[in-house]
């Protein structure tokens, strides 16, 4: 049972808008930041959002985070079969000293 | 450019201690905000935090394996050891070293190791 609670499971056609969601409490995304990483099938995760609503450098901005109270949300517009991965959400949580990651959502793009 | 890679025993058996280590160049260690973290993620399961070091040696765990954790940092060989007390099957899992830095969270990432726990 993750701290961050996603769907899992989210899909899409070529073109389409997805939104992943990730639910928390006010001890991690409620007073800290959210951070989003893909994971390609057999590979690292790969930071794609920080800070909230950041990107790093490379990261298309087909990629857009947001915050709202608790909860965070991953957008990916444009949608293409490329973002075919698994996403993961995580944030700091103050009450547990710890970092805490949402359980993954499997993005298939139809 | 900054790399982590993961080195350690591919078996283990239960009750043993998992040693690995994370050797990683392009920052240092010594620089403030700096942090080294290890991740894992058992087959088909999720993300799992474990522990971070940082640049000052303050020492974070995750509160369900603190008991069984302990991290270290060599900044002369650029290297953080993570070692894991009485492992179990449950611990079988890709075991990842990630780069930390302030408010960019865990930015660059190894490759990942796998451990497999059998007898």
């Known amino acids: 049972q993750s701290v961050l609670t996603q769907p899992p499971s989210a899909s899409g056609t070529p073109g389409q808008r997805v939104t992943i969601s990730c639910s928390g409490s006010?001890?991690?995304?409620?007073?800290?930041?959210a951070y989003w990483y893909q994971q390609l099938p057999g590979t690292a995760p790969k930071l794609l959002i920080f800070?909230?609503?950041q990107r790093p450098s490379g990261v298309p901005d087909r990629f857009s985070g947001s915050k709202s109270g608790t909860s965070a949300s991953l957008a990916i517009s444009g949608l293409r079969s490329e973002d075919e991965a698994d996403y993961y959400c995580?944030?700091?949580?103050?009450?547990?000293?710890?970092?805490?990651f949402g359980g993954g959502t499997k993005l298939t793009v139809l | 450019q900054i790399t982590l890679k993961e080195s350690g025993p591919t078996l283990v058996k239960p009750t043993q201690t998992l040693t690995l280590t994370c050797t990683f160049s392009?920052?240092?260690?010594?620089?403030?905000?700096?942090?080294v973290g290890w991740i894992r993620q058992p087959p088909g399961k999720a993300l799992e935090w474990l522990a971070l070091?940082?640049?000052?040696?303050?020492?974070r765990y995750s509160p369900s394996l603190k008991t069984r954790l302990t991290i270290t940092k060599d900044t002369s060989k650029n290297q953080v050891v993570l070692t894991m007390t009485n492992m179990d099957p449950v611990d079988t899992a890709t075991y990842y070293c990630?780069?930390?830095?302030?408010?960019?969270?865990?930015?660059?990432w190894g490759q990942g190791t796998l451990v497999t726990v059998s007898s």
């Open positions: 006010s001890s991690n995304i409620g007073s800290n930041y």
């Open positions: 990630a780069h930390n830095y302030e408010v960019l969270g865990f930015d660059y």
């Open positions: 995580a944030a700091w949580d103050d009450s547990l000293s710890a970092w805490v």
């Open positions: 800070r909230g609503n």
């Open positions: 070091i940082y640049w000052d040696d303050d020492k």
């Open positions: 392009g920052f240092s260690l010594t620089t403030t905000g700096v942090g």
